[in-house]
């Protein structure tokens, strides 16, 4: 194999509007979609890698072509620790946390899928893997619906071989936490027993509150709670977890292993929600799932499942990834022919690097826009 280099990176925006009323706890959500990154090589291979593009896509897209790329042209992709080195204290002063490494991360995981291209190997293979089927969530349940708008929901979940389900609470912005225990009351007996249940505050309450209504709701065999608190709450976070028995879930919002260090040592997490196209990639992520196992936590990476699979099909302490029904649309879109679930397991392609193929009709309609 001679040497690979890369020629060229180039990023496209890619979203579509909400249809119809989707807000959390904390925020309403209008628009959701993809900043795709596609890394070319001189050996005619491509690399491909996502983060969000919710807020700020322009300028994660400005942030690569202008700061990123030209520190990567000439480069092996296969040096993805020492480029990884370099950026980062490149990017320091604006780049540990936020859009700037949300940009590095949707790179390094480009650079990943060319590693596994060019040496014709799935990612999960490549890194020592061999089960390919990886359990999987379906999550939503927006605080914006109403009970019976919750409920049919829930079931449509099940009714798609989902075997486990999470939904939002934090009705009215949290002042109503009375209601959700009527919502999440409704939603256990409209899915049974069997139905693995979680639930997700997206940040709202204080701890005090938060361990209040978490202990209201154990009797429902919540399997975790998601961010309760602030997400940079860290001592509300161990608090709630002193205070109640149900498992505390958290991470998405951590950029790097320093901040997946910090939650740790900080006693404030159970299960550990990371996200590779937020955390750094998989050079990063790689290193955030080892501390998760030297201090024997659970990792459950945050959306974005077929960034994520390769990962949870690896780490012996993953948990199952999760599928966000408000960007099936996008993802739709934006891949051809992405796995998709069947019965509660998604099953990765046997094909090298990701083993993803981006949908070339809708990515040259949006690279003109």
């Not at 540990?96 to 060019?118: E, N, P, Q, T």
């Not at 979680?198 to 209201?216: E, G, Y």
């Not at 399997?223 to 001592?235: Q, S």
């Amino acid at each position: 194999m001679r040497d690979v280099k890369i020629t060229d990176i180039d990023v496209t925006l890619c979203e579509t509007r909400v249809k119809g009323n989707f807000a959390d706890s904390t925020r309403n959500v209008e628009t959701i979609g993809f900043a795709v990154v596609e890394v070319s090589t001189d050996v005619g291979v491509t690399g491909i890698g996502v983060t969000y593009h919710e807020v700020g896509g322009e300028a994660i897209r400005e942030f690569i072509l202008y700061a990123i790329k030209p520190k990567l042209i000439g480069r092996s992709p296969f040096e993805t620790e020492a480029i990884y080195e370099e950026n980062f204290h490149y990017m320091r002063g604006v780049g540990r946390k936020g859009l700037a490494f949300c940009a590095y991360s949707a790179v390094d995981i480009a650079l990943w899928d060319i590693k596994g291209k060019v040496l014709d190997m799935p990612l999960y293979r490549l890194l020592g893997g061999n089960n390919p089927e990886v359990p999987i969530y379906a999550s939503g349940g927006w605080t914006s619906y109403t009970t019976e708008e919750l409920v049919a929901e829930a079931r449509l979940m099940v009714s798609q071989g989902y075997k486990k389900i999470k939904l939002k609470v934090g009705v009215d912005g949290g002042k109503n936490p009375d209601e959700d225990v009527r919502r999440v009351a409704a939603v256990r007996e409209a899915i049974g027993p069997d139905i693995g249940f979680m639930l997700d505050a997206n940040n709202v309450w204080r701890a005090a509150t938060a361990i209040q209504f978490a202990n209201r709701v154990r009797e429902y065999n919540i399997e975790f709670f998601e961010e309760p608190v602030f997400a940079d709450d860290i001592p509300g976070l161990a608090e709630f977890k002193r205070g109640t028995d149900i498992p505390l879930a958290t991470g998405e919002h951590e950029y790097t292993r320093y901040g997946i260090r910090d939650l740790i040592l900080g006693n404030a997490v159970d299960i550990i929600q990371c996200d590779v196209t937020r955390v750094g990639g998989y050079t990063e992520c790689l290193r955030a799932i080892a501390l998760s196992q030297a201090w024997n936590k659970a990792f459950a990476p945050h959306g974005m499942e077929h960034m994520h699979m390769h990962l949870a099909a690896v780490a012996p302490n993953a948990l199952y990834l999760e599928r966000l029904f408000m960007f099936e649309e996008v993802v739709r879109n934006v891949y051809q022919d992405a796995p998709e679930p069947v019965n509660g397991i998604l099953t990765i392609p046997d094909k090298p690097g990701l083993g993803l193929e981006l949908n070339k009709d809708y990515m040259k309609e949006y690279g003109r826009k």
